[in-house]
Nanobody
């Protein structure tokens, strides 16, 4: 049974930093592209960042580029999202996801991901 469990969310002030973690189990972690998405109240879930299987390639949404950093530790079956200079617009539930497709290096489309975590709330007060 595949499980993705996010942690690290919380309530912070604008300008602060947070690091989210997502620990995977039940899958061969190093074989999966990993991604982070977020969903704000009343909005659709949107792409945030993705990382290739070995962690060498990353891609970000324009809204978080240069502020957020995605990374992974395959020995720990964990993907991270370091979030700096947080803004109120970053308030959302953050989800990690796993894509097993071998034909891609990174993934940005919601529909490409096979497994999802339950989400962790990030609230940024201004």
């Amino acid at each position: 049974q595949v499980q993705l469990v996010e942690s690290g969310g919380g309530l912070v002030q604008a300008g602060d930093s947070l690091r989210l973690s997502c620990e995977a189990s039940g899958l061969t972690f190093g074989s999966y592209i990993m991604g982070w998405f977020r969903q704000a109240p009343g909005k659709e879930r949107e792409f945030v960042a993705t990382v290739s299987r070995r962690g060498s390639i990353t891609y970000y949404a324009d809204s978080v580029k240069y502020r957020f950093t995605i990374s992974r530790d395959n020995a720990k079956n964990t993907v991270y999202l370091q979030m700096n200079s947080l803004k109120s617009d970053d308030t959302a539930v953050y989800y990690c996801a796993a894509d097993r497709a071998s034909s891609r290096t990174v993934s940005v489309r919601l529909a490409s991901f096979d497994y999802w975590g339950q989400g962790t709330q990030v609230t940024v007060s201004s």
